[in-house]
């Protein structure tokens, strides 16, 4: 029993890594430009394919670490602080409300729950947490702050919300369902 949760935590951990490694990757290679300097971040795809399939710790770390290694490969550490923190909620709170959605049998309330969690956390972690962090870190006025960070969190619950028909239809996949348990 012992070695047989070993190999799923090497399992899990690989799947993980996979993950960071294709959040950076989309967010890289593939920018739509939506508003001023804000871009569609197709990273959170993985991100909320992960949280959705694997569960909230690893959604989570992929949302964190992908955005921590694509910050550092593109502007450093400028920005870096409040996207993960935002990232860190969004994965935790999306992550866990996946999970308790998934076995419901009326697939609107589900939607309506997920669509719920998505736009509250990522309110709460872009518009007030990354806000926050960032009025912190470069003494500027919430209000000012939070006026630029409301595109980020448009574009970035687009995203999210357009993923999950995607999160479903790769739960139903018997070959990925074998691959992530």
Do not use: H
């Not at 912190?136 to 209000?143: A, G, T, V």
């Amino acid at each position: 029993m012992l070695e047989k949760r070993g190999k799923s935590s090497v399992k899990i951990i690989a799947l993980t890594g996979i993950g960071i490694a294709l959040f950076v990757v989309l967010t890289l290679c593939l920018q739509v430009p939506v508003f001023e300097n804000y871009y569609l971040c197709l990273g959170y795809i993985v991100m909320a394919v992960y949280c959705y399939l694997v569960g909230p710790v690893s959604g989570t770390i992929v949302g964190c670490l992908g955005t921590f290694l694509y910050c550092l490969l593109i502007s450093g550490l400028r920005g870096m602080p409040g996207w993960v923190i935002g990232n860190l909620i969004i994965g935790i709170v999306i992550g866990i409300t996946f999970q308790k959605t998934k076995k419901m049998q009326k697939t609107w309330l589900k939607a309506v729950i997920n669509f719920l969690a998505i736009a509250v956390s990522t309110a709460i972690g872009i518009l007030v947490l990354k806000s926050v962090t960032e009025c912190i870190l470069y003494s500027q006025p919430m209000i000012v702050r939070m006026g630029k960070n409301v595109f980020a969190f448009v574009a970035d619950v687009f995203v999210l919300e357009m993923s999950l028909p995607l999160c479903m239809a790769l739960d139903k996949s018997e070959k990925i369902s074998k691959l992530v348990k």
